[in-house]
């Protein structure tokens, strides 16, 4: 079916399934958007009164470190965001999974499916595809405290970075300028702002950086607005000395607060910028009423976080 003719519908199961904004439409928009090698394509499966019971957004693209061969992803997800495929149930899983294998072997592709929630849905998934479900790093996470309860879980080594970070600031004269906002037109402002953050510490290291590929920084701001237009998105910033020095890109998802990323400016480093914003995010999302927990969106090591206290699986589910 016709990825377009599809996609309302299947936003529609997503949406009423909880499914994360990582695996609905503003992220399927932004890839395919951007992506014009890839072939997308959807699968719906209906029950006998036509109501939609599962679904899937798909694109064939070339295998990772296959060269010559292709596979087939989910539109959803990917650089190690949660995915996820739409399903009312185990049986519509399981029959979702025989769809898709079918579907990838008329068209001569490997069924690799990556990011998606290690639950019951994906091992019944796997199971309809017979494809193996391999595990993949889990997401940390953090609860919300109870009413009037700081933030404890900041370790020692931590307390003292951020105790350092707001003494250095004050020491050396600077002036430090928080801000929060989810205006689009404000986004627009910023962007040029957080682009140069986002490349700093990869061009500081030598390392090559997502935005350097023109189908890398299109991808990456295709993302931002389209989840800027639709409310989502909110970017938080510290500016020292009215220069920017560290950004966080904030999800409002549901009752979670995603992370979705966070740079800072290597020449502001000694004031260390990025966790001391990350932490009036973190503290300033777990006191915003109707936010439960706070989600770190990626699989990064829990030591390298400033807290977490639980953690949400992620599988591939992959078929050759």
């Known amino acids: 079916m016709a990825v377009a003719t599809a996609m309302p519908e299947v936003e529609a199961l997503a949406t009423a399934l909880g499914q994360p904004l990582t695996a609905r439409l503003p992220w399927w928009r932004a890839r395919l958007s951007v992506q014009p090698a890839a072939a997308p394509w959807a699968v719906l499966l209906r029950d006998t009164a036509g109501h939609l019971r599962a679904a899937a957004v798909l694109v064939d693209d070339p295998s990772p470190g296959a060269p010559g061969t292709r596979r087939t992803a989910l539109a959803s997800g990917g650089e190690g965001y949660l995915a996820g495929v739409a399903a ?34 994906s091992h019944a998934l796997a199971a309809g595809a ?30 003292k970075t951020l105790r350092k970070s707001r003494n250095r600031i004050t020491t050396d004269g600077l002036v430090a300028r928080l ?11 910023l962007l040029p702002d957080l682009e140069t953050a986002h490349r700093d510490r990869d061009d500081a290291h ?31 910033t510290l500016h020292l000395d009215g220069e920017l020095a560290a950004y966080v890109l904030g999800l409002r998802d549901g009752d979670g607060y995603g992370v979705l990323e966070g740079r800072f400016r290597t020449r502001f ?18 006191r915003t009423d109707g936010v439960r927990f706070l989600d770190w969106m990626t699989g990064v090591a829990p030591e390298t976080l400033l807290a977490a206290d639980a953690a949400r699986g992620r599988v591939a589910v992959r078929r050759p």
């Not at 997401?139 to 931590?158: I, K, N, Q, W």
């Not at 890398?216 to 237009?229: F, P």
Request: glycine share 10%; hydrophobic share 45%; proline share 9%.
């Open 88 to 121: 009312t149930g185990s049986p519509e899983a399981v029959e979702l999974g025989r769809a898709l294998a079918a579907g990838a072997a008329a068209r001569g592709t490997r069924l690799d499916l990556e990011d998606l929630p290690d639950d019951v849905t």
């Open 130 to 159: 017979g494809a193996q479900v391999h595990p993949l790093d889990p997401v940390p996470v953090l609860h919300r405290p109870d009413a009037g309860e700081p933030v404890t879980l900041l370790s020692h080594g931590t307390r």
């Open 179 to 189: 801000g929060f906002t989810c205006d689009p037109a404000d986004l627009e402002v």
């Open 206 to 236: 030598g390392l090559p950086c997502v935005l350097d590929a023109p189908a890398g920084r299109a991808a990456w701001l295709a993302r931002l607005r389209e989840l800027s237009a639709i409310g989502a998105l909110e970017v938080a």
């Open 269 to 286: 480093a000694r004031y260390a910028p990025g966790r001391l914003l990350e932490f009036c995010v973190l503290d300033r999302a777990l």
